[in-house]
């Protein structure tokens, strides 16, 4: 069985478990670091990236959650999420965890547009998503090395490299679970390329 965790320090948690349950696999609040031992993939959720990455450093997840990427277990941030997986970020010169080769702006929306619905076309899905944006981010630079799965705007709101995946949008907040299920399958292959 998969296990897949979701960082339970803020921010939209639970919303995922109820994706992940409806694909099959098992999902798990991760509190405590040593937990990152017992699962296959982890969500950083939407919330406020600042204050997550406050409480990542009181309870010493910040090397931690660095190392569970360098053993190449898929990782998807979704919009602070997002923020805190990035190399850099815009008009700032501190970053959170340093994995994925983009750049990302925080609440880059404006203010007309904090929170917005759309629907996106993604790659690797057949028909639309309907995006929830919500003060939300979008990369507005990224390596040769990353996989533009949506934009919006000809903003990047949705990416890969390797074994990270992140969107700008909250997939977690409709019924549709198809971007959860991208994700499912990514921490599968790599489940199955870590066993044989
Ligand atoms: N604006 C938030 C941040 O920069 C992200 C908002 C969200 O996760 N919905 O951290």
Known sequence: ELTIGILGLQGAISEHL????????????IKKPVQLEDIDGLILPGGESTTMRKLIDRYGFLEPLKNFSKLGKPIFGTCAGMVLVAKEITDSTESHLHLMDVRVKRNAFGRQRDSFEAYLDIKGLK???H???????????????????ATFDDHIVAARQNHLLV??????????NRFLELFVHMVKNQKAASIY
């Open 18 to 29: 109820n994706h992940i349950k409806s694909l099959g696999a098992k999902g798990v609040i």
């Open 127 to 129: 028909d639309p998503f």
């Open 131 to 149: 995006a929830v944006f919500i003060r939300a981010p979008y990369i507005d630079s990224a390596n040769k090395n990353v996989e533009i799965l």
């Open 167 to 176: 969107s700008a949008f909250h997939p977690e907040l409709t019924e549709d």
